[in-house]
């Protein structure tokens, strides 16, 4: 079974402080990305990346930057947090081309800025 | 702007009756659709997916149909139980130009009632 794990649960912030979000997967997986959940926009895209040391901007990457030194490892930084960034994180990862279209999802961080 | 949307928030639907939960999307490049199922403070999980060159896949209790020439997709749940109460992001990607990332629709909260 594919695994992809996030490395916190619930996160409360202040504003203006960094936060660092890591994801991980098991699978060997080339491609991963990050979504924010809210309510009534469903899960937008923040960035992906299909390689080490490759990323691309998804559909709001604004605030956001991420960092893929490592197949399995996609992270992402909040510089500076902002109470609009209060949301649901969530890490997905998928296969190589041609292969799965399926994105398996982490369990998602609650972040919570104040 | 929005190229996958579920039109109702929400759908209340007595057990053992049919669920219907439906999608629309303006791409016509799109060409593989995918439903998760997230359950509150878990990722979503895959539950089924349609390539376009077919018009339905079934799984168990779950079928899903999809009308190319509406652009319209519906996930079908029958009988419904209890435990399907969750909400459900339909989800498209445009394999043919080798994209690998989902468009999500904003949900559908599906409450099974007893």
């Known amino acids: 079974d594919v695994k992809v794990t996030q490395s916190s649960r619930y996160l409360v912030k202040r504003t203006g402080e960094k936060v660092f979000l890591e994801c991980v997967q098991d699978?060997?997986?080339?491609?991963m990305f990050w979504y924010r959940q809210d309510p009534g926009l469903g899960l937008r895209l923040i960035y992906f990346s299909y390689d080490v040391k490759m990323k691309e901007k998804g559909d709001i990457p604004e605030g956001y930057s991420v960092s893929r030194e490592k197949k399995e490892r996609f992270s992402l930084i909040l510089e500076s947090t902002s109470t609009n960034q209060t949301s649901m994180y969530l890490c997905?990862?998928?296969?190589?081309?041609?292969?799965?279209?399926?994105?398996?999802f982490g369990p998602g961080t609650r972040l919570t800025v104040t | 702007d929005q190229q996958v949307k579920q039109n109702s928030p929400s759908l209340s639907v007595q057990e053992g009756r049919i669920s219907i939960l439906n999608c629309d999307y303006t791409n016509s490049m799109f060409d593989y659709f995918l439903w998760y199922k997230k359950y509150p403070a878990e990722g979503p999980t895959f539950l089924i997916s349609i390539s376009s060159i077919k018009d339905k896949n079934e799984d168990g209790r779950f079928t899903v149909f999809l009308n190319k020439s509406a652009k319209h997709l519906s996930l079908h749940i029958v009988p419904s139980q209890p435990g399907d109460s969750a909400v459900y992001f339909c989800?498209?990607?445009?394999?043919?130009?080798?994209?690998?990332?989902?468009?999500f629709g904003t949900g559908t909260r599906l409450t099974v009632i007893p």
């Open positions: 699978m060997d997986h080339e491609n």
């Open positions: 989800a498209a990607s445009a394999r043919q130009t080798g994209a690998n990332n989902l468009f």
């Open positions: 997905a990862s998928i296969g190589g081309a041609g292969g799965f279209y399926e994105q398996y």
